[in-house]
């Protein structure tokens, strides 16, 4: 990553719009979960907020959109904040290589997921997260809320209702994880948590200040620290090896950065040591990242130089 520049963030977010508006119409909104279905396909937004307290932004990156996996990666770090290296010994950290929500692994791998960011690995860790505190969704969204600084961010209870009226899958996974004894709470219980944390609602604007933290290597809002520096070089790392389903290394070839991805269409990013930022696109490619999001944080890491590598 270039040392020492000063990069116009403002002209960067322009030109990686431009690129993220000539998709088209390429890719679909998810409709999986009806309660997505009815999102404005063209819609579109970007954010960066830097470690300096600089924010950014361009578009429809104000408006409120389901974070849905995206919430993975705040699940992770708080697990690992309040219950350190214990959260390992129920997941891994590999790539699938398979799609998010796939059973196939589980049973040759006695219930142990891959890794915390597909639906399988995420349950787990909710699940953790839930013993630790009691109440893995409100833990969660509290945090969005106070490093955002929005206190009218919350889960959206119309998409948390279709997500378990349509979660079969999910329930499935929960179960079979439940038999192999890597659940500790009712699945009732997680698959609720899980559900109400992956239906937040929350802008391009919110997730980059609370996403900061990765980028300032663990360090909140406040200044004080949620994690070691060691843990948060690690959470990138699976963010970059795990965090846009089994199109990582796609992802990787194209971006160059850490990041989460959602079938809300967001995907959240880190330029450690300089930045969050954040692209919303509803239209999905076949792995289920935002075909718009992605071509946009190609074209800003392109533009500037920016990666990790």
């Not at 979960?33 to 990156?61: C, H, K, S």
């Amino acid at each position: 990553m270039p040392a020492g520049e000063n990069l116009d963030y403002r002209l960067l977010l322009d030109a990686a719009a431009a690129a993220a508006r000539a998709t088209g119409d390429q890719g679909h909104v998810a409709d999986y979960i009806p309660a997505l279905a009815t999102v404005d396909p063209d819609a579109f937004g970007m954010a960066v907020a830097t470690v300096d307290g600089e924010l950014y932004g361009v578009g429809d990156w104000e408006q409120p959109f389901s974070v849905q996996s995206v919430s993975k990666l705040f699940t992770l770090a708080l697990a690992l904040a309040y219950g350190g290296d214990t959260v390992w010994r129920g997941v891994g950290r590999e790539p699938s290589g398979n799609p998010f929500n796939s059973l196939v692994q589980l049973e040759s791998e006695h219930g142990i997921p891959r890794n915390p960011f597909i639906n399988a690995g995420a349950l787990v860790v909710t699940d953790r997260l839930q013993t630790m505190t009691g109440d893995a969704a409100g833990t969660v969204r509290e945090f969005l809320r106070r490093e955002s600084g929005n206190p009218l961010l919350d889960t959206d209870p119309v998409v948390a209702a279709s997500e378990a009226e349509h979660g079969h899958r999910n329930a499935a996974l929960a179960h079979f994880i439940a038999s192999h004894g890597n659940l500790e709470n009712p699945v009732e219980t997680v698959l609720d948590h899980y559900y109400a944390h992956c239906a937040v609602s929350a802008s391009c604007r919110d997730l980059v200040l609370a996403g900061s933290f990765l980028a300032r290597y663990g360090v909140r809002t406040d200044g004080t620290r949620l994690m070691s520096r060691s843990e948060a070089k690690r959470v990138n790392a699976v963010l970059l090896t795990c965090g846009t389903y089994d199109a990582a290394g796609e992802f990787a070839f194209r971006v160059g950065l850490p990041g989460k991805s959602g079938v809300g269409g967001g995907v959240l990013a880190i330029l450690p040591g300089r930045a969050a930022v954040c692209a919303w696109g509803p239209r999905l490619d076949q792995a289920g990242n935002s075909v718009a999001a992605v071509t946009a944080l190609d074209a800003l890491t392109t533009l500037s130089g920016c990666s990790i590598f």
